[in-house]
């Protein structure tokens, strides 16, 4: 079993930043990509950024110069900076994981529990 913990979502004004982490934990051999979604009220999840094992990065057209995904695989935790947040920003945060269990197992895909993050002044 594989547990994701979300933390950092919050309450801020425009222009302003927050941090998010999603900490991976349980039965894991390895993880490979991670990456956050978000879901605003009315509307479909969407990427926000992802990154892979080997550290390249893809991130919506609308976050790109604002936002950076970053990992520390010792930690087993991704982050999301969130800087010159917009209200069009405001959603439901998950982040997402592939991981292996086991050597040479099945690769498995798992989200978080979500974290609200709300831009408005």
């Known amino acids: 079993q594989v547990q994701l913990v979300e933390s950092g979502g919050g309450l801020v004004q425009p222009g302003g930043s927050l941090r998010l982490s999603c900490a991976a934990s349980g039965s894991i051999f390895s993880i490979y990509d991670m990456g956050w979604y978000r879901q605003a009220p009315g509307k479909q999840r969407e990427l926000v950024a992802a990154i892979t094992s080997g550290g390249s990065t893809n991130y919506a057209d609308s976050v790109k110069g604002r936002f950076t995904i970053s990992r520390d695989n010792a930690k087993m935790t991704v982050y999301l900076q969130m800087n010159t947040l917009k209200p069009e920003d405001t959603a439901v945060y998950y982040c997402?994981?592939?991981?292996?269990?086991?050597?040479?197992?099945?690769?498995?895909?798992?989200w978080g529990q979500g974290t609200q993050v709300t831009v408005s002044s």
């Open positions: 997402n994981v592939d991981v292996r269990t086991i050597v040479r197992g099945p690769r498995y895909n798992y």
